[in-house]
């Protein structure tokens, strides 16, 4: 890969940490066991669904240059920080991104609060100890950026931390404003608490009377492109998921790349098998299936055009199958990296230091508590 050079003043990172990073339903589960909240706060006005969330704004080339190569290492690191290699690369990725959030890039405001929870290094942003930012209080102004810069992303954020505090229903309008404004994230957040048959929808006292705006709010999503919307529509076209009925509105879905389609098929045709042992048919379905999910869930943006020949839905007999698919990854080429010249110049024009990113008398008044030897 064709990095720019390592900037020369960064520290040797010490041993990073294994940090648990837990998934949008664990949350939800927790939260809502943990909270004791007893019904969500009544759904605003009637939902219009957006599918376009609007531009976060145009920045100048090099910067977009920056983020692009930021968003290609980000891709290839490994992560959660468990190893040497990882925490070098974070280190780059604040850099890179804290410069581009001096430049006015929304986008790396978002991907550093990514990032910096991320890391759990005690050399995280690639500095001595004792000259390290509060990686708390970076987030939060990172934040406050986004807001003061109407970012739809960092809505759901300020939901996110409500919810964290056993807060949802001061969580949901924020969710319902974020989805009103064509968050897919923010119209599915809305939907796990308005349904009564989520977990945290349970917890909080959803109603059925809600159903309307939770139909609504999944169509949306599911238009925009949502896996997790599609799948649940398709769910609720069945008897509310109950019955096998929607099976070939489900294959179409896994045809599609719907991981959530292929992992509820997979299930269908295994309990079948159970009951119906002598059924081999029905085991070699579920076990193509989950082939099948495998290569959905380990190649972002796969598809299965083939799934008719592999796995053709009953009563069709099953052919022989060598294994491969017709889908195969797209050669993907690495975007053009800045010098480190530029990366530089860049950092210069906005007082940062060249090296992290932050602000040069941030650096300088933290060089100054130093003790000296």
């Known amino acids: 890969m064709n990095q720019?050079?390592?900037?020369?003043?960064?520290?040797?990172?010490?041993?990073?940490?294994?940090?648990?990073?837990?998934?949008?339903?664990?949350?939800?589960?927790?939260?809502?066991?943990?909270?004791?909240?007893?019904e969500t706060a009544a759904p605003g006005p009637e939902f219009k669904c957006v599918t376009q969330v609007e531009g976060d704004g145009v920045v100048e080339a090099d910067v977009e240059r920056l983020y692009r190569f930021a968003q290609h290492l980000e891709a290839g690191a490994?992560?959660?920080?468990?190893?040497?290699?990882?925490?070098?690369?974070v280190q780059k990725l604040t850099r890179y991104y804290r410069i581009g959030v001096a430049h006015g890039d929304i986008r790396a405001a978002k991907a550093l609060r990514n990032v910096l929870s991320w890391s759990t290094s005690d050399?995280?942003?690639?500095?001595?100890?004792?000259?390290?930012?509060?990686?708390?209080?970076?987030?939060?102004?990172l934040l406050d950026q986004m807001l003061a810069a109407g970012s739809v992303d960092a809505i759901v954020t300020l939901g996110n931390i409500e919810m964290m505090g056993c807060s949802p229903a001061?969580?949901?309008?924020?969710?319902?404003?974020?989805?009103?404004?064509?968050?897919?994230?923010?119209?599915?957040?809305a939907v796990n608490l308005l349904d009564p048959s989520t977990v945290s929808g349970r917890a909080f006292g959803a109603k059925k009377s809600g159903s309307g705006l939770v139909m609504s709010l999944l169509t949306c999503a599911a238009v925009a492109g949502d896996q997790r919307a599609r799948y649940e529509l398709a769910e609720r076209g069945s008897a509310g998921g109950k019955s096998e009925s929607n099976i070939e509105l489900l294959h179409a879905l896994t045809i599609q790349g719907n991981t959530y389609a292929v992992a509820r098929l997979k299930s269908i045709f295994e309990l079948r098998?159970?009951?119906?042992?002598?059924?081999?048919?029905?085991?070699?379905?579920?076990?193509?299936?989950?082939?099948?999910?495998?290569?959905?869930?380990?190649?972002?943006?796969?598809?299965?055009?083939?799934?008719?020949?592999?796995?053709?839905?009953?009563?069709?007999?099953?052919?022989?199958?060598?294994?491969?698919f017709?889908?195969?990854?797209?050669?993907?080429?690495?975007?053009?990296?800045?010098?480190?010249?530029?990366?530089?110049?860049?950092?210069?024009?906005?007082?940062?230091?060249?090296?992290?990113?932050?602000?040069?008398?941030?650096?300088?008044?933290?060089?100054?508590q130093e003790p000296t030897p």
């Open 4 to 38: 720019p050079a390592a900037c020369a003043c960064v520290s040797a990172p010490q041993k990073a940490r294994n940090i648990l990073v837990i998934g949008f339903l664990l949350i939800s589960t927790m939260t809502a066991a943990k909270c004791r909240a007893k």
């Open 326 to 368: 017709l889908w195969s990854p797209s050669p993907t080429s690495e975007p053009p990296s800045l010098s480190e010249a530029e990366i530089t110049d860049l950092a210069t024009r906005r007082s940062l230091d060249p090296c992290t990113g932050l602000p040069k008398d941030l650096e300088e008044s933290k060089s100054d």
């Open 78 to 89: 490994q992560l959660p920080v468990n190893n040497q290699d990882a925490v070098v690369a």
């Open 170 to 189: 001061t969580a949901l309008p924020l969710y319902l404003k974020a989805a009103s404004l064509g968050s897919v994230d923010g119209q599915m957040r």
């Open 123 to 141: 050399t995280y942003s690639g500095v001595l100890d004792r000259r390290q930012v509060s990686r708390d209080e970076e987030r939060q102004k």
């Open 273 to 324: 098998s159970r009951r119906n042992d002598s059924d081999s048919q029905d085991r070699e379905r579920a076990s193509r299936y989950e082939r099948v999910r495998m290569l959905l869930m380990l190649n972002d943006g796969a598809k299965v055009p083939d799934l008719d020949v592999i796995v053709p839905l009953p009563p069709a007999e099953l052919d022989a199958w060598d294994g491969t």
